[in-house]
């Protein structure tokens, strides 16, 4: 009994230690982006914000997320270190060609920060639906991530409402985003998310029977799919089915480490 109290104890003191370690990468703008290697010449014009958030936008901001006006800076110093983040690792352009602009946050730097500090260690499939949902305005889900987009969809991750995390659980399985969680995308979502085990003749099999004790647990209206409606009673009623088909949250340890640290800047 006493070596697993150890344990516990060395386990909970290392998640804390990455989730420290997280907020350290994000906040020197993910070294490791940073560091790779670009030619000296053609480099990525630098499109860098202003040193302040309009304030306008402050204002907005300020009515749509759930962050106040201190926090709202510290996010906006990280944002401008993630985007020069960006344009350090983006590739030379070609000889000849204009230089890529980069004006806000890539793929590759979104990644890095959802791993190192938050702890998204996630499937493919569900980290490019975390990045093509997260809400871009007039954008939709393509391009960089502005500041608006960044500062709204960190306060659904980090202080969502229960209504707001269901919904943006929803969205990034919905994979073609037709509003319904389809038996194939099911399919898809928990194949990867499954480690294959020694000796399995047909895993794909084993895949299909989960999807139907999925689909009898969760799809309320019985039309062989979920919609957000039935997602969101079976959640109400076993909120342990939230991240059902993966990881797309962070932790509550990592958000609380992230906002306490975000609050002594």
């Known amino acids: 009994m006493s070596n697993k109290k150890n344990n516990h104890g060395q386990i909970s003191m290392a998640a804390s230690a990455i989730a420290m370690r997280g907020v350290r990468i994000f906040l020197s703008a993910s070294k490791s982006a940073a560091n790779r290697k670009t030619p000296q010449r053609n480099r990525t014009k630098e499109v860098l914000p202003g040193h302040k958030i309009q304030p306008g936008l ?14 709202l800076e510290a996010l906006f110093t990280m944002y401008r270190k993630l985007v020069t983040a960006s344009q350090s690792a983006a590739p030379a352009s070609v000889i000849g060609q204009p230089a890529t602009k980069i004006d806000g946050i ?27 949902t997260w809400e871009r305005g007039a954008n939709g889900g393509e391009g960089a991530l502005k500041f608006e987009a960044w500062a709204r969809g960190l306060s659904v991750l980090l202080r969502g409402s229960d209504e707001e995390r269901r919904h943006h659980c929803f969205s990034v399985y919905d994979l073609n985003g037709d509003g319904f969680i389809t038996k194939d995308e099911m399919f898809i979502l928990l194949k990867n998310s499954l480690l294959k085990q020694p000796g399995d003749e047909d895993p794909d099999e084993g895949v299909r029977e989960l999807v139907e004790l999925v689909l009898r647990k969760m799809d ?3 039309d062989g799919k979920l ?33 306490k640290n975000l609050n002594t800047k």
């Open 58 to 71: 402050s204002e907005t901001l300020l009515r749509a997320t759930k962050f106040d006006k201190n926090e």
């Open 106 to 132: 890539d793929l590759n730097t979104f990644r890095d920060v959802m791993h190192n500090t938050f702890d998204l260690v996630t499937e493919d499939v569900v980290m490019d639906r975390v990045w093509l």
């Open 220 to 222: 309320g209206d019985h």
């Open 227 to 259: 919609s957000l409606q039935d997602y969101r009673q079976a959640v109400k009623q076993e909120p342990l089915l939230l991240e059902a088909f993966g990881q797309c949250l962070p932790s509550k340890r990592h958000a609380a480490a992230f906002l």
